[in-house]
């Protein structure tokens, strides 16, 4: 019990010590040579608006004339979906 | 704008009308107008908002008429004469007419055509009130151009007119030219309004493009802007309860399609605001800040009823030549020209019993048959004539239209694949020999193929093209187009006629520009001897002489692997695959990926369709690349890349990807010739064939592989295959197959698939222990 109480004061002590510690230091800011990390990351750019070769020569809804449509043309082959369970090994299996 | 009615016409109508009546009533079967040659059937399919509006018919002509000008008796089958008059005519459309309303039961009318008559214009003061009908005129950029066609009687051509008051969104509405002529144009609208109370209107005419003239019972509209809000800008008109005549003249400059102007779209709509509807509540406003006005509901717009042409008859029983050009599927690509399949039916009610009917296309041949296909060039002015013969005589029609379709079309479906490739090949088999019209296609026709030919599919296509004008095809199409194309043919005619196939390589032999490409049609060949005529000595022979450096030489030793395969020599079929596998495994790191894209994409980019080659000439030979035996990284990679070469090949086929699976079938047994004895090559193989139905093909290799692999875990997917092969084929089993397919049993007599070769064994009269 005693030794118990004893481990929980030390680790106390010691978190302590380096928590003094590193407020005394300060967080390295200041030091020559630091890069802050950036604010905000920046968003990739947006992806090229993918137009379906089957679109109007006119994207109106309400055009009185109705244009005459590209040809959706056939699409190549597409890898088949795969779905996988990922498990750590070691891992809990509940 | 319109025209006072003369005296003499009105007498003249009056006597037609009089001696019509007198006549005498007779039955729908007889000829109830003596002096006419000619009569038109109508159904009346659509009825009219209103009485007064009557029926619109838009009838044609094309060369069946006598004269140049038309007179008409309407007269139902009872023998009824109903008023109609004359609204636009041409020689080459036909006409348009307004008749009245003949009243609810009567459902058809007939149309009798009288010659060397004056035309009976329709007149405001004729009682009938046609409604909504849109008269264009192509090509002219003028108001004067519009005026003219509200003197109706003979115009252009290009004239067309039709039933139609707008859009959901603006019922009132002039969009542009319907039938998809480009800008320039003008326009004449003849449309009547109903208004439900004597009053004040407020009429705010919308121009969005072009000049545009409003008249209102004759009277021209003079908008001017009476505040800012929506539908501001107008003027009040002061209106009886009733219908009242709207004609609007618009113009449209400019060039290419109506549809191009995105921020609107159309050329004008009408607004109005009845006297009983209060400005701050008017529905449909189309400002937040209130309106002056709404859009014309639909409901306040007469709409003439719509007939359906039925029959044409001629008095003497002769063949008269009517047709319909209907547009259909639509292929257009980038800024290729556009391709548009029409169906063109002949008008064959009321024609002879022994009539036969001939399609003549300018200076592209001619089909029989009354209902026909053909592809012509979009967004261009187009004619056909039709020909109608019988015993009683000949009748000649020619159908001229504008080149334009709406039909959303997808080249992932496969019927509108095949629609293309079925009338191309009826197309080509109805073109002279000389001048070859395939000489002056453009490059949308080639590509066209190209998108949609695939594999197993497309044979009486690619027999029409490569018979009668291969030449064009020589001059047109690049090296890799061309082969790809023979390929396929070559795929067909192999599996349908062998004997002919072999013709075909000896046809094709003077484009094989290149060693390779000369080595493949050699390579077919001996395909050929082997699995179709199992001439196997000639076939060794053939393989043998395809020794040196290359891809066609590893083939060729791969094929004789195949060969000692089918002969049962395990070893020697293992000790070819070992060596061309090892060579490979040699060159694997070097070698570039598998194409991803389709081949049709590959092939129309101007890119060979083939599958993805190493350097031949910077592989290190076997000899000085020892390669490690011990299990590894390479080996693990390799045994990857073969599921993955497995995989990709099953799902191409499963997906329809015939030339895809082809290339992915050639690149897997150059790579790995040994996955056709430990692994599933040969699984896969026989599924690409059997699903282009070549089931002949599919079998020898089968056969070999149940008749050698003791045990594997693709035996029992391999028998049941080997028995759908010779069932697909409606072959009988010869004493071999049920020789081994009974050892087959024996070894997997505990697995479900003992119970289909039971089946099978029983059917070929083997008992099934």
Not at chain 2, 53 to 65: H, N, Q, S, T, V
Not at chain 2, 734 to 756: E, M
């Amino acid at each position: 019990m005693k030794i118990a109480l004893a481990n929980k004061v030390i680790c106390s002590a010691l978190a302590a010590t380096f928590c003094t510690g590193t407020l005394l230091a300060g967080d390295g800011t200041g030091e020559a040579g630091f890069v802050p990390p950036p604010r905000e990351l920046k968003k990739p750019p947006a992806p090229p608006r993918v137009a379906s070769s089957a679109e109007t020569v006119l994207a109106c809804c309400c055009c009185p004339v109705t244009p005459m449509s590209r040809t959706e043309a056939k699409k190549p082959p597409q890898p088949p979906v795969l779905i996988t369970k990922i498990k750590e090994e070691g891992a809990s299996t509940k | 704008m319109i025209e006072p009615l003369p005296t003499a016409r009105v007498w003249a109508w009056a006597l037609v009308c009089f001696f019509v009546a007198a006549s005498g009533l007779r039955a729908a079967s007889e000829w109830q107008v003596p002096e006419s040659p000619l009569r038109y059937k109508l159904e009346l399919a659509g009825k009219p908002t209103h009485p007064s509006a009557g029926y619109f018919a838009r009838l044609p002509d094309g060369g069946i008429l006598p004269g140049s000008t038309v007179t008409t008796v309407v007269m139902t089958e009872d023998g009824k004469v109903i008023p109609g008059w004359l609204l636009w005519q041409n020689a080459d459309t036909g006409f348009s007419m307004v008749f009245a309303d003949p009243g609810s039961p009567v459902r058809a009318v007939y149309v009798y055509v009288l010659s060397g008559r004056v035309a009976q214009l329709w007149k405001p003061e004729s009682g009938l009130t046609p409604s909504a009908i849109l008269c264009a005129s192509p090509g002219h950029d003028s108001l004067p151009a519009a005026q003219a066609l509200a003197k109706l009687g003979r115009v252009e051509p290009s004239v067309h007119s039709t039933n139609h008051a707008g859009i959901p969104k603006a019922p009132f509405s002039i969009g542009g030219d319907l039938t998809g002529r480009p800008r320039p144009g003008s326009f004449y609208f003849l449309t009547y309004l109903e208004t439900a109370e004597a009053g004040s209107y407020w009429f705010a005419p919308m121009i969005i493009d072009g000049q545009c003239e409003i008249f209102l019972d004759g009277t021209k509209l003079n908008p001017k802007e009476r505040s800012k809000k929506w539908g501001g800008t107008g003027t009040s008109v002061d209106l009886t309860k009733g219908l009242h005549r709207v004609e609007v003249f618009q113009t449209a400059g400019g060039t290419g399609s109506y549809s191009d102007n995105k921020k609107s779209g159309g050329l004008m709509f009408l607004t109005w605001r009845p006297p009983d509807e209060d400005p701050d509540h008017i529905k449909g406003a189309g400002s937040r800040n209130g309106a002056e006005s709404r859009v014309i509901n639909r409901s306040e717009i007469v709409r003439s009823g719509e007939c359906k042409l039925t029959a044409v008859e001629s008095r003497n029983g002769a063949p008269v030549a009517v047709a319909t050009a209907t547009p259909d599927l639509c292929y257009w690509f980038e800024n290729e020209d556009p391709l548009i399949l029409y169906n063109l039916s002949a008008l064959t009610a009321g024609q002879p019993d022994d009539a036969t009917y001939t399609w003549t296309f300018p200076k592209e041949g001619e089909l029989a048959g009354a209902d026909v296909q053909w592809l012509f060039p979009g967004l261009r002015e187009n004619t056909v004539r039709l020909t109608v013969k019988s015993a009683k005589g000949t009748s000649t029609c020619v159908v001229p239209f504008f080149g334009f379709s709406t039909r959303k079309t997808n080249l992932e479906k496969a019927d509108q694949r095949e629609a293309f490739r079925k009338v191309l090949a009826a197309m080509l088999e109805a073109y002279p020999h000389s001048p070859d019209p395939v000489a002056n296609w453009s490059s949308a026709w080639w590509n066209n193929i190209l998108r949609t030919v695939e594999g197993g599919e497309g044979y009486p296509l690619l027999l029409q093209l490569f018979t009668g004008h291969l030449d064009a095809a020589r001059k047109k199409l690049s090296p890799g187009q061309l082969f790809a194309l023979q390929d396929v043919l070559l795929d067909q005619t192999q599996r349908q006629n062998p004997g002919e196939a072999l013709h075909w390589i000896q046809k094709f032999q003077p484009d094989a520009s290149s060693a390779s490409r000369r080595n493949e049609l050699k390579l077919r060949e001996g395909e050929i001897q082997m699995y179709d005529f199992n001439d196997r000595k000639m076939a060794e022979k053939t393989f043998a002489d395809l020794a040196g450096p290359g891809e066609s030489s590893e083939r060729a030793k791969v094929r004789l692997g195949d060969l000692a395969f089918l002969e049962g020599d395990l070893n020697k079929a293992t000790g070819f695959y070992a060596d061309v596998q090892r060579r490979a495994r040699a060159r694997r790191n070097a070698a570039p990926s598998l194409a991803g894209s389709l081949v049709a994409d590959q092939l129309v980019q101007g890119g060979p369709a083939q599958p993805a080659q190493p350097d031949w000439r910077s592989s290190p030979p076997a000899a000085q690349n020892p390669l490690k035996t011990g299990g590894g990284p390479e080996q693990k990679h390799g045994a990857l890349q073969e599921v993955s070469l497995s995989e990709n090949v099953r799902t191409l086929i499963a997906d329809n990807f015939l030339l895809e699976a082809r290339q992915a079938l050639l690149a897997w047994e150059i790579e790995f010739p040994l996955s056709k004895i430990s692994g599933d090559y040969i699984l896969r193989e026989s599924a690409f064939h059997m699903k282009m139905g070549d089931w002949k093909r599919a079998r020898p290799m089968l056969e070999a592989y149940c008749r050698q692999i003791d045990a594997s875990g693709f035996l029992p997917a391999a028998a049941s295959m080997l028995i759908a092969c010779v069932e697909g084929a409606k072959e009988t089993p010869s004493p071999a197959l049920i020789a081994t397919l009974g050892k087959v049993k024996d070894r997997l007599k505990y697995h479900p698939v003992a119970a289909d070769l039971d089946r099978f064994l029983s059917a070929a009269g083997k008992p099934s222990n």
